[in-house]
């Protein structure tokens, strides 16, 4: 499957974003999907995950309650909406594909998408 993830920018602090990747290639709705962020100078780190049907979500203690993983399985896209962003949220922002379904395992994802830039100004 090829991902491809839009809808980084540059926001204020308190800001929202929404972030997409789109799908093509294989059935969309057999990957399990996670988005993962990488700030500059740091390890990349798992966000958010989110079953095959969409009906299990799992984020990361540092993001929960701000961010929300979402799939439309019929427009081959997942979602990160981004609320209450801020400053340390700035990353590079991946999204992946895993056929073994959720996970927030980083090595289980078959799929990269290129990543979108977040910059969160204070």
């Known amino acids: 499957v090829q991902l491809q993830a839009s809808g980084g920018g540059l926001v204020q602090a308190g800001g929202s974003l929404r972030l997409s990747c789109a799908a093509s290639?294989?059935?969309?709705?057999?990957?399990?999907m996670g988005w993962f962020r990488q700030a500059p100078g740091k390890e990349r780190e798992f966000v958010a995950t989110?079953?095959?049907?969409?009906?299990?979500?799992y984020h990361a203690d540092s993001v929960k309650g701000r961010f929300t993983i979402s799939r439309d399985n019929a427009k081959n896209t997942v979602y990160l909406q981004m609320n209450s962003l801020k400053p340390e949220d700035t990353a590079v922002y991946y999204c992946a594909a895993n056929n073994k379904g959720q996970s927030w395992r980083m090595h289980e994802y078959d799929s990269w998408g290129q990543g979108t830039l977040v910059t969160v100004s204070s």
């Open positions: 989110i079953s095959r049907s969409g009906a299990s979500t």
């Open positions: 290639g294989r059935a969309f709705s057999t990957y399990g």
